[in-house]
């Protein structure tokens, strides 16, 4: 394939999701679904023609780090921290806590008594399955307003920090033991202390840069620390969503001695532009990112009876413990809070990063998408039912 059939392609990928999300705003069906099935309309193609193309795990996963961030960073450039603001906040952060660990925990069970494998690699692989993406739920909420929208935005960031965080505390070797809590709670106070100090050297570089060409090596910055981060164990998405929030609070945060270092004024000049390229870089990367995860599924396995039952089953358990939390404990609205709970790329990341040991066999890719599609569906039953209508306006 030559460098301009190569370039035609990408092209055609973008000007494709664009379109999705015009169609998504319309429809309120998810543009990431669109993307999934596109890649696997894409793969049959190409089967059908012989053609080889095989993406790389590590590409696959390089552009989900890079989503991932660029998302989550978008999402908290769009939230603003009040003290009318802080129940909410709460009650976001509680929903993603509760209905992690609980959701975790049972899905680990019904692997343990279904495939008979110790409990450590059935935890491992249940939480990539129970973290909410915010990559597919930040998006795909535009339509909504008002605490519906931010809702969705503060526990789906929630649920991704803190199931990274479940993630790497289910993989220590004394998992079980009360030490690995007192590891778990040094983690946890590095890593607010990184993303403190991290966040303080990245604005100060955004308030101080005079340069036209900045936000990109402002992002260069982030992703590096957040890599070095990874590398370490360290929860590292809190230093994005530290960042983004302090950036957008700039008003609250530098005050007293800090305005000496920091023009909160000057940042808010900033804002916008740093907005517009995190959005532009989410967008592009999201597209290639699900694309490529499409290609990578054989559809003749999706059709497995066995395959399919593990999927509902799994689904079934998940929106049945959502239920029973917001019906029950939270006392709050269903529609469309329930069905707005969708599994993607933190998933896929999550599972490409368990260890071989704790790998389960009977637990793939393919049981990975099948949820993905599934809880992406009923994301759109909610929003179809949701009576918030979409705004008008860019992406």
Known sequence: MG??????????AVILSYLFDLIARATKVPSVLMLL????????????????FTTPKVILEIFGIIGLIMIVLEGALDLKITREKAPLIRRSFFAAVLMLVVQSVVIALILHFWLHVNFQSCLVNAIPLAVISSAIAIPSVAGLTGEKQEFIIYESTFSDILGIMLFNFALQDNFAQGMSVVTFGVDV???????????AALVFLLDRIRLHVKFFLILAFLILLYSVAKNLHLSSLILVLVFGLAVNNADQFMVGPLKRWFNPERLTEE???LRSITAESAFLIRTFFFLLFGFSITLGKLLSPQLLIQGVLIVSALTAIRYFYLRYIAKTDLIPELFIAPKGLITVLLFYS?????????????????VILLTGVLMMVGLLMSREEPEIGEY
């Open 3 to 12: 460098s301009y059939s190569i370039l035609i392609g990408l092209s055609l």
């Open 37 to 52: 099935l596109s890649g696997i309309a894409l793969r049959q193609g190409a089967d059908y023609f012989d053609f080889t």
């Open 189 to 199: 106070v590095s890593v607010l202390l990184v993303a403190v100090v991290s966040t």
């Open 271 to 273: 804002l916008h532009q």
């Open 354 to 370: 368990i260890p071989q040991k704790h790998l389960i066999g009977e637990v793939s890719e393919n049981i990975l998408f099948l």
